[in-house]
């Protein structure tokens, strides 16, 4: 005949067993935790957005960042910002879909600092419009920056972090690597890529010492919608795109992002999903896949037709409309302009 346990012994079982828990996950937590005083921080796509705000979060934390770029000018003003904050910045321009490029500029960071603990992958591209007006060229650019230029760094940075057995490696992905949004294709499909390679990586390196953190966030109001690319009817596919990510239920503080993703490069985490509204989506998405794909295929149906300028592309603050900017996109507005995200000679929204 079968005993029963006693219930007061099963819940203290359970009780201890997930104190063990809780205590080893604590224990190894504070064995990944790391330092970054004096550490040495390579941030892509760091000129301006959430790329710049992470450098200032580094810094603030004592690490020497080295920040990179395509466009010498954003470079410049990116530098004076995190000169003036104290923080020891090197400015290198390289496109990180060229792995020339990549190979010299990983190589320049170790010359005036030595190896390369954290390396942060955030440099990206996006385009906006239907599905129709995009072109073979988006999808090859998307996945040459946001795919390619992950791996290229990835890859030079490696051989130096399998030696000396630690490094961090932090990949900015998107809610759009979980969900494929509307209007989005070629970058959900290079966040996609993006997400299943950090993925596994996160299981391979984590052997050498080195882990590695996949980042997903929603919207966020670092003020990007105004360097974004626009097709078809762009003003309305600017204006969609700037409010939301404006709207303070739906977008995130991108000040608030960046302390996240440091925090979580710090602990080693596996990942980080920004937003509680991402949250949900990506949850939702693992549980009912078939209904988020029906409740996407009517929002489709709320945004912009085709028409317009066709397959031809325009910058966001070439889109402007009465809708945008607005007293609807002033919170992203004001980001724009913190965040380095207004070039020469462009006007302040």
């Known amino acids: 005949m079968a005993v029963m346990a006693h219930p007061r012994g099963l819940t203290a079982t359970l009780t201890m ?9 604590l224990a190894l937590a504070r064995v990944r935790t790391m330092s970054l005083r ?24 004592g690490a020497h960042v080295a920040i990179c770029a395509r466009n010498g000018g954003e470079l410049e003003r990116a530098q004076a910002d995190l000169d003036m904050r104290g923080v020891a910045c090197l400015p290198l321009r390289c496109d990180v879909s060229d792995v020339t490029q990549v ?14 603990d954290v390396l942060v992958n955030n440099a990206g ?24 230029g992950v791996l290229h760094t990835t890859l030079a940075v490696l051989p130096t972090m399998r030696q000396r057995r630690a490094g961090r490696i932090v990949n900015v992905g998107s809610i759009g690597g979980k969900i494929s949004v509307p209007h989005l294709s070629p970058y959900c499909a290079s966040k996609f890529a993006v997400v299943g390679l950090s993925e596994g990586l996160r299981a391979e390196l984590s052997r050498d010492g080195i882990l590695v953190t996949t980042v997903c966030p ?19 596919e600017y ?7 404006a709207l303070p239920l739906i977008s995130m503080d991108a ?10 490069c710090v602990r080693g985490d596996a990942e980080v999903i920004l937003s509680a509204p991402a949250a949900v989506a990506a949850r939702v998405q693992g549980l009912a896949p078939g209904l988020v794909g029906e409740l996407l295929g009517v929002v489709n149906q709320l945004l912009p037709s085709s028409g317009g300028i066709g397959r031809a592309a325009a910058k966001g603050h070439e889109s402007e409309s009465a809708l945008s900017p607005s007293w609807l996109t002033r919170l992203g507005d004001t980001a724009a302009t913190r965040h380095n995200e207004i070039g020469a000679g462009e006007p302040s929204p």
């Open 17 to 25: 067993g997930a104190l063990a828990l809780l205590g080893a996950r």
């Open 38 to 61: 004096g550490a040495v921080v390579l941030i892509t796509g760091g000129s301006r957005g959430l790329g710049l705000l992470l450098a200032r979060e580094f810094g603030r934390h």
């Open 103 to 116: 190979d010299a500029m990983v190589a320049q960071v170790r010359e005036r600092w030595g190896p390369i």
């Open 125 to 148: 591209i996006i385009t906006v419009g239907p599905a129709d007006t995009m072109t073979l060229a988006d999808y090859r650019n998307a996945m040459d920056v946001n795919f390619w």
């Open 218 to 236: 929603g919207l966020m109001r670092t003020g990007s919608p105004r360097n974004a690319d626009f097709k078809g009817r762009h003003q309305a």
């Open 239 to 245: 204006a969609w795109f700037s409010i939301s990510d």
């Open 255 to 264: 000040e608030r992002a960046a302390r996240r993703i440091v925090r979580a």
